[in-house]
């Protein structure tokens, strides 16, 4: 099955600095790389994703960068704000064509921005 | 629309006992896919429905089983309940899971086996 890593468990930076988030994942018919953030006590919340016929997306100050060869992928977040800190969740899934299989999800990034 | 809504939000429960959970997806969305969330093993794939047909599944023992509803809602019960199910659990939902990958997940309900 799938098995997803992702690096740092913590990220701390300044607040304006950017941050970086980086995951690794096993199988390569994975087609679906979504991202999490997750604040305390709620529920995960889908912020951006991307699918293996893309390289790069962005949405603000927020893009994901996939590298299908190398087999990772990668959160980034610019102008970092104190609303930014929370747990961010990478995954990936396969959609073999009978329905999306279940996300892999990778351990979590605990983000923290010092002001 | 009104996003993906879970019932209970906290439940207490004793060993050996079972437990129902309930999700309703948001309106349009007809697959439903359950997760656990642990401290130590994070977010792990429990199962998914689409169509009331349980259409993909993970590596957890038959004690967890779900169902759908023609409504679309989802039920997911756990028998004989062990200390380590405690976990908060959440589903999410999404049109079909197929080419409409977006999952949007719900608040979770937060069980406590004692």
């Known amino acids: 099955g799938e098995n997803v890593e992702q690096h740092p468990s913590t990220l701390s930076v300044q607040e304006g600095d950017s941050a970086v988030i980086k995951c690794t994942y096993s199988d390569s018919a994975s087609n679906y790389f979504p991202w999490y953030k997750q604040e305390l006590g709620k529920r995960p919340q889908l912020i951006i994703d991307i699918r293996s016929n893309v390289g790069e997306k962005k949405d603000q100050r927020i893009a994901v960068t996939l590298n299908k060869t190398a087999k990772h992928f990668s959160l980034h977040i610019t102008e970092t704000q104190p609303e930014d800190s929370a747990v961010y969740f990478c995954a990936a899934s396969e959609d073999s064509g009978g329905g999306a299989d279940g996300l892999t999800f990778g351990k979590g990034t605990h983000l923290i921005i010092q002001p | 629309k009104a996003g993906v809504t879970q019932t209970p939000r906290y439940l207490i429960k004793t060993r050996g006992q079972q437990v129902t959970l309930s999700c309703s997806p948001i309106?349009?969305?007809?697959?439903v896919s359950w997760y656990q969330q642990t401290p130590g093993q994070g977010l792990q794939f429990l199962f998914e429905?689409?169509?009331?047909?349980?259409?993909n599944k993970g590596n957890f023992p038959g004690r967890f089983s779900g169902r759908q509803f023609s409504n679309s809602r989802s039920e997911m019960n756990v028998s004989t309940l062990e200390l380590g199910d405690s976990a908060l659990y959440l589903c999410?939902?999404?049109?079909?899971?197929?080419?409409?990958?977006?999952?949007?997940f719900g608040p979770g309900t937060r069980l406590t086996v004692t």
């Open positions: 429905y689409f169509s009331e047909t349980q259409r």
């Open positions: 309106s349009g969305h007809r697959s």
């Open positions: 999410a939902s999404s049109l079909t899971g197929q080419g409409d990958y977006e999952q949007y």
